[in-house]
């Protein structure tokens, strides 16, 4: 049995979060002790790795809280909870791809000022030599010296 400063230890999960989500009926067997204490079984902790799972993916509580009411239904609703999570996962592959992308062009842009550092090239991707020469940026940068230390 843990406590849920152990679960939290255990699963990255705050334990003010594993109260509410407890509270919102996510871990649905959690007992109490004789001092009203929540205490989580190993099979407690399967539930928990879901709901993260699944919130850590990007599922909307409502949704997550909508799975674990179909799965306390029964066989009868694989399907539904076959057909979330198949939703669910193409919106994580969605994601996936997006930050692929996204570190692809940090790695560009890296190897790009790692040219720049070593002389090999100049700072060309700058925003500011995209602009007008006549142009000057409409925010003004604080005077270091100004401000309080």
Not at 31 to 39: G, L, P
């Amino acid at each position: 049995m843990y406590t849920i400063k152990k679960v939290a230890e255990m699963t990255g999960i705050s334990g003010h979060t594993l109260r509410f989500y407890d509270k919102e009926g996510l871990f649905p067997y959690v007992a109490r002790d004789q001092n009203n204490v929540r205490v989580f079984s190993d099979e407690d902790l399967e539930w928990v790795r879901t709901v993260k799972c699944l919130r850590d993916t990007g599922m909307p509580l409502a949704e997550a809280k909508e799975y674990v009411q179909l799965c306390l239904q029964g066989d009868a609703t694989i399907p539904r909870r076959y057909e979330m999570l198949r939703k669910q996962l193409q919106k994580a592959e969605q994601h996936l791809v997006e930050i692929q992308d996204r570190m692809n062009t940090l790695k560009m842009k890296t190897e790009y000022y790692k040219g720049v550092l070593e002389g090999k090239r100049q700072d060309l991707w700058n925003p500011v030599h995209f602009t007008r020469a006549d142009r000057k940026p409409q925010r003004k940068e604080k005077d270091p010296s100004s401000m309080p230390a």
